[in-house]
T-cell receptor, first 111, second 113 residues
Framework: GQQLNQSPQSMFIQEGEDVSMNCTSSSIFNTWLWYKQEPGEGPVLLIALYKAGELTSNGRLTAQFGITRKDSFLNISASIPSDVGIYFC???????????FGTGTRLQVTL | DSGVTQTPKHLITATGQRVTLRCSPR?????VYWYQQSLDQGLQFLIQ???????AKGNILERFSAQQFPDLHSELNLSSLELGDSALYFCASSPAHSGSEQFFGPGTRLTVL
């Protein structure tokens, strides 16, 4: 099945550092969502984006809906140990209801 | 806690067997989605039900089927199980049939031996 390209695949950072990750698609999406998944748990919704160019924040997290509608970005500022997990982007095209997920970015935070 | 519940948490079974996974959506949500997460394929959409009716179909095998009951809970039936069916199966729910955010349950880990 189709998956969106996420980069980087994994990141090892120190506590307090900022993090940037992105997600790209070959097709246009009308909605971009960012989820975080921890071991043994289901994905947890972090941010939802509905308009091209939209910039939305949720605490230390900021996400942007790319102008081309084929990409999205997630930034985490001043990372803390509990930010550890796998971050997934997900896109929805047109009036479709299904989400197409990215390959995930695994984040490790060291003290 | 997303408000979506799934049972069982873990399931171990043998090839050729049949299992049923259960999902209860968030209170008030009419849509239920099923996703499969495997190491090689990532999170893949299987099927969606909205208010009891099938709404969208993804990469769901013919050996798999689902339904949504009048109380809005949903069941995913997997039959003639193969080793490759071992995966995490997630249910998600949303208020509407499309265009809204989806909230995921904790998943069922299926192991086929």
């Amino acid at each position: 099945g189709q998956q969106l390209n996420q980069s980087p695949q994994s990141m090892f950072i120190q506590e307090g550092e900022d993090v940037s990750m992105n997600c790209t698609s070959s097709s246009i999406f009308n909605t971009w969502l960012w989820y975080k998944q921890e071991p043994g748990e289901g994905p947890v919704l972090l941010i939802a984006l509905y308009k091209a160019g939209e910039l939305t924040s949720n605490g230390r997290l900021t996400a942007q809906f790319g102008i081309t509608r084929k990409d999205s970005f997630l930034n985490i500022s001043a990372s803390i140990p509990s930010d550890v997990g796998i971050y997934f982007c997900a896109g929805r095209a047109g009036t479709a209801s299904k989400l197409t997920f990215g390959t995930g970015t695994r984040l490790q935070v060291t003290l | 806690d997303s408000g979506v519940t799934q049972t069982p948490k873990h399931l171990i079974t043998a090839t050729g067997q049949r299992v049923t996974l259960r999902c209860s959506p968030r209170s008030g949500d009419l849509s239920v989605y099923w996703y499969q997460q495997s190491l090689d394929q990532g999170l893949q959409f299987l099927i969606q039900y909205y208010n009891g009716e099938e709404r969208a179909k993804g990469n769901i095998l013919e050996r798999f089927s689902a339904q949504q009951f009048p109380d809005l809970h949903s069941e995913l039936n997997l039959s003639s199980l193969e080793l490759g069916d071992s995966a995490l199966y997630f249910c998600a729910s949303s208020p509407a049939h499309s265009g809204s955010e989806q909230f995921f349950g904790p998943g069922t880990r299926l192991t086929v031996l």
